[in-house]
């Protein structure tokens, strides 16, 4: 079964407002999560490190204020995607690292798809 | 992480073995090479990984050349549900922000009945 979920798994909003996305460890606890953006036909795209207790990580081009990250708890990271706008419209998916038995292995979501009106 | 090279795309028969290749001429020594798989509107799937020995578990086998250069994933045998996009990542395995994977654009695998 999963082990990183993300809700919402589809979510439609009109183009200004904000969206938020979920991303929950739920059978282990998680300091650094991360987040991707994947477009149509196109490959993941990392877009940011998160750290439980601390500031995100962004990757390079990815704007820190239009993607609001939060790792407040160590099994739950929040995306916010804010002012949306349609070319924001995209597949993002977030990951967790699971130590342990499966050192070094990385659980991703089932993904969220947003679309923007 | 060091650049792998893969086919963009293969076909497989149901019931066959799928035999997917990786490049990576790069790697570093402390480098291992993983494989994940993304079936269409899905997170991607963990599948195997391994540093030098051939390693196999319940899903896939995976085989690394003496020099590490490359790497060969075998699916032995194929089903309709395993047809994805198979990713070949080779990257450190350490703490904190090393584990962030940086994808290629993968190989589609399309297994036909």
């Known amino acids: 079964g999963a082990v990183v979920s993300q809700h919402p798994s589809r979510v439609i909003c009109k183009s200004g407002t904000s969206v938020k996305i979920e991303c929950r460890s739920l059978?282990?606890?998680?300091?650094?999560m991360f987040w991707y953006r994947q477009f149509p036909k196109q490959s993941l795209m990392l877009m940011a490190t998160?750290?439980?207790?601390?500031?995100?990580?962004?990757e390079q081009g990815v704007e820190k204020d239009k993607f609001l990250i939060n790792h407040a708890s160590l099994t739950l990271s929040t995306l916010t995607v804010t002012s949306a706008h349609p070319e924001d419209s995209s597949f993002y998916i977030c990951?967790?690292?699971?130590?342990?038995?499966?050192?070094?292995?990385?659980?991703f979501g089932e993904g969220s798809r947003l679309t923007v009106l | 992480d060091a650049k792998t090279t893969q086919p963009p795309s293969m076909d497989c028969a149901e019931g066959r073995a799928a035999n997917l290749p990786c490049n990576h001429s790069?790697?570093?020594?402390?480098?291992?090479v993983y494989w994940y798989r993304q079936i269409h509107s899905q997170g991607p799937q963990y599948i195997i990984h391994?540093?030098?020995n051939n390693e196999t578990n319940e899903m896939a086998s995976l085989i690394i050349t003496e020099d590490r250069k490359s790497s060969t994933l075998i699916l032995p045998h194929a089903t309709l549900r395993d047809t994805a996009v198979y990713y070949c990542?080779?990257?450190?395995?350490?703490?904190?922000?090393?584990?962030?994977?940086?994808f290629g654009k993968g190989t589609l695998l399309t297994v036909n009945p």
């Open positions: 790069t790697i570093s020594g402390n480098e291992y």
């Open positions: 059978d282990f606890q998680a300091t650094t």
């Open positions: 990951s967790a690292i699971r130590t342990g038995r499966y050192t070094g292995e990385l659980f």
């Open positions: 998160s750290n439980e207790g601390s500031k995100a990580t962004y």
């Open positions: 391994g540093l030098k």
């Open positions: 990542i080779v990257r450190v395995v350490s703490g904190g922000s090393n584990y962030k994977l940086t």
